[in-house]
């Protein structure tokens, strides 16, 4: 157990549909991340939240929206969702806006089917 | 972020040292050099980090020449349970808008 929990670990919704991923950081993090992963684009960053604020952007969709709530846990809002949507999607925290010694810490991921 | 370069694939057997060697000819001069595992379907996991020379842990050794384009993984006696895929990832601890930007990986068969 990595400490980074996130929920649910599968998902799977029709087309055109709405989704929302939950992650809870470890414990005393204050960054998270979120990150795709397809078998074609390998592990893609999306988007950075610090306690609360948007830090950094990746190849995030207009579709998909995020935001860190203020006991830290982060939500990864994908809407119209598409075929290509499908993939792992994996949340991971470190203490602070920086990556530490230690990396990230991330989470088992949530696989998202799209049918 | 500095651009990496790994090899696609290896294979080995059980008992050997296996190493992967990752080009990063652009490396800045605050860029550390950081390698994930990920087994499939699990979220990569933190292997080791350094900056120049050699760093040990207990789980593998990093190898920085003195010019630091290229960094080397070594991970000694493997077993079955180590085939996976080993990213090499090259960027600034300090940067505030830092983003770990994973490469194509290594995906490392150990073999009995």
């Known amino acids: 157990d990595s400490g980074v929990t996130q929920t649910p670990k599968h998902l799977i919704t029709a087309t055109g549909q709405r989704v929302t991923l939950r992650c809870s950081p470890r414990?005393?993090?204050?960054?998270v991340y979120w990150y795709q992963q397809s078998l074609d684009q390998g592990l893609q960053f999306l988007i950075q939240y610090y306690n609360g604020e948007e830090r950094a952007k990746g190849n995030i969709l207009e579709r998909f929206s995020a935001q860190q709530f203020p006991d830290l846990h982060s939500e990864l809002n994908l809407s119209s969702l598409e075929l290509g949507d499908s993939a792992l999607y994996f949340c991971?925290?470190?203490?602070?806006?920086?990556?530490?010694?230690?990396?990230?810490?991330f989470g088992s991921g949530t696989r998202l089917t799209v049918v | 972020l500095a651009k990496t370069t790994q090899p696609i694939s290896m294979d080995s057997y059980e008992g050997q040292e296996v190493n992967i060697t990752c080009s990063h000819n652009?490396?800045?001069?605050?860029?550390?050099i950081t390698w994930y595992q990920q087994f499939p379907s699990q979220g990569p996991r933190f292997i080791i980090q350094?900056?120049?020379t050699k760093v040990t842990n207990e789980v593998a050794s990093l190898f920085i020449p003195a010019d630091r384009k290229s960094s080397t993984l070594s991970l000694p006696r493997v077993s079955l349970s180590d085939t996976a895929v080993y990213y090499c990832?090259?960027?600034?601890?300090?940067?505030?808008?830092?983003?770990?930007?994973f490469g194509g990986g290594t995906r490392l068969m150990v073999k009995p």
């Open positions: 991971a925290s470190s203490p602070s806006f920086r990556m530490s010694n230690y990396g990230y810490t």
């Open positions: 652009n490396i800045a001069t605050n860029d550390y």
């Open positions: 990832l090259v960027g600034v601890l300090n940067n505030a808008g830092n983003m770990l930007t």
């Open positions: 350094g900056y120049k």
């Open positions: 414990s005393g993090d204050l960054s």
